[in-house]
């Protein structure tokens, strides 16, 4: 059998965790992939992957495997686009993006993006954890917040607004904070990425130094979607991106408090892994949410300042 086609069967199951979901995602029979994986082990005489009843695993010599046939799989399909009429873009796309910024923003134009590209195929995953960008098979994946993964090669896209929040209900039951000795009569929403871990509390900054303020809240929660829905049914006050809010604030639903005292901003940056040749796929699709991103933060410091400027 054909090398580049084993190890392009090999990549799906890697990526899908299946032998039955990548058979579908090629377009043939599970005994046919199955079939394939075994000649493919044999052929270079190492064990790739662990099947159970439940999953498959790969082994370390699978890990390995995958890193440097994604990049000659991706190196192959290059050379195969030089000679296509009109050189298009083609092939797959994996991406994960922040829920928030999935729904509200990339989603609803991301059909500018394949009407342009018609022959690209683009899977996207919407979470707010921290995904493993080489283990789980992304080629970029978006980023709030600061970057640890020094691995990974990081595309800073700029800095994005925070603002306290509360909705006019959750207001009139505990008042309007005015300072910081305020907030020991008020709640806060608890952000924590993984549920069991401790809250920092209300953050913010003074004399651009980062500082926290313990706070009691009765509800802690580890989604963008819920921690904004929980502010909305008044549990409490949240601490945001400010694009994040801006429809709430337009239709009346969240008010913002303590506006001099407010987080640093939260970076946004594209993260992708070490490759000598980064497929012309992902660059374009970089390209295009990265200026779609640096506009959106653009206009939430534009939101930002005039909001500074109402309330003085």
Known sequence: M?????????????????????????GMPRSTVSEQIRVLEQRLGARL?????????????GVLLYERSRDMLDQ?????????EGSTLAGRLRIDLPVALARNLVMPRLGEFLDRHPNLEIEVSATDRRVDLVREGFDCVLRIGE????????????RYPLAN??????????????????????????YVPVLGARSAGFEYEENGKPMCLPMRGRVTVNNSDSYKQACLDGFGLIQVPLAG?????DRGELQLVLPDHVPAPMSASLLYA???????????FMDWLGAMIEQDIAAAHALAQRLQTAAR
């Open 147 to 158: 970057v640890s993964d020094t691995g990974l090669v990081a595309r800073r896209l700029g």
């Open 245 to 249: 809010v801006r429809e709430s604030l």
């Open 274 to 284: 070490h490759r000598r040749n980064l497929p012309r796929r992902v660059r374009a």
């Open 76 to 84: 192959v399909e290059e050379v195969e686009g030089l000679f296509r």
């Open 2 to 26: 054909n090398l580049l086609e084993l190890l392009r069967t090999f990549v799906r199951v890697y990526e899908l965790t299946s032998f039955t979901a990548a058979a579908d995602s090629l």
């Open 49 to 61: 992957l662990q099947r159970t009843t439940r999953r498959v695993q790969p082994t370390q010599d």
């Open 165 to 190: 929040c509360a909705s006019p209900d959750y207001l009139k039951t505990y008042g309007i904070p005015k300072t910081l000795a305020d907030l020991a009569n008020h709640q806060l929403v608890h």
